[in-house]
């Protein structure tokens, strides 16, 4: 069965620094990869999303960056931090482009002090 | 781009009350997805409509797609406790990309 890891779960960061999101999935090959953002009480904001290796769309003009090095490993960066970046960040996946359901892992939980 | 609105923001109810959220599009939809996220975890997938006026029913939820499949509904009947979260509709952008946008959600709360 697939299942997809995304690490680490909480993290606490001060403005300036750096961060680094991975995300995993097993079981699958090929899929549609994504990072959403989602801000305290709030929807879920589309940040990038990937249909291949080394192929990433943004969607958001922003200090974040995403990386596919391996076909079910997607990494999410920022050199240096803001506060307007604390939310919760969730990976997903998906099998099928147009018609497929999202799958997602449990969230990262960042706040920036 | 593709976007979606979805009324209401917050719905208040006494357990046993029905709830209904609604999404609706500009433009006409492929399909359209529903998720519910519990307080503290992440999105679920609940269902994906397809043919224009599609009914679905997962015991007291139903959905529907429109008959111009341009808008949707979730509606749940007899809420409990257990169906506290938000809901959210999503759709898939204009191109073939696979991008999925998610409409604001509602959230809902149940009052024993």
């Known amino acids: 069965s697939q299942t997809i890891h995304q690490w680490p779960a909480t993290l606490v960061q001060p403005v300036g620094s750096p961060l680094s999101l991975e995300c995993t999935v097993e079981?699958?090959?090929?899929?549609?990869l994504y990072w959403y953002r989602q801000a305290a009480g709030r929807g879920l904001q589309l940040l990038f999303y990937?249909?291949?290796?080394?192929?990433i769309s943004s969607e958001v003009p922003q200090n974040l960056s995403a990386s596919r090095p391996q076909d079910r490993q997607f990494i999410l960066s920022s050199k240096k931090l803001l506060l307007s970046d604390s939310g919760f960040y969730l990976c997903?996946?998906?099998?099928?482009?147009?018609?497929?359901?999202?799958?997602f892992g449990e969230g990262s939980r960042l706040t920036v002090l | 781009g593709q976007q979606v609105m979805q009324i209401p923001q917050y719905q208040h109810v006494q357990e046993g009350e029905d709830f209904t959220t609604y999404c609706n599009s500009s433009?006409?939809?492929?399909?359209i997805q529903w998720y519910k996220q519990r307080p503290g975890g992440h999105p679920v997938f609940l269902i994906q409509?397809?043919?224009?006026?599609e009914v679905k029913k997962q015991k007291r939820l139903t959905f529907q797609f429109g008959e111009a499949k341009k808008n949707s509904s979730l509606h749940i009947t007899a809420t409990q406790t257990t169906d506290v979260g938000t809901y959210f509709c999503?759709?898939?952008?204009?191109?073939?990309?696979?991008?999925?946008?998610f409409g604001q959600g509602t959230t809902l709360q149940v009052k024993p």
């Open positions: 997903a996946w998906a099998r099928l482009a147009n018609t497929g359901e999202l799958f």
């Open positions: 079981g699958t090959s090929n899929p549609n």
């Open positions: 990937s249909v291949g290796i080394g192929q």
């Open positions: 433009t006409t939809l492929s399909n």
């Open positions: 409509l397809v043919k224009s006026g």
């Open positions: 999503a759709v898939h952008g204009s191109s073939n990309t696979g991008k999925l946008i």
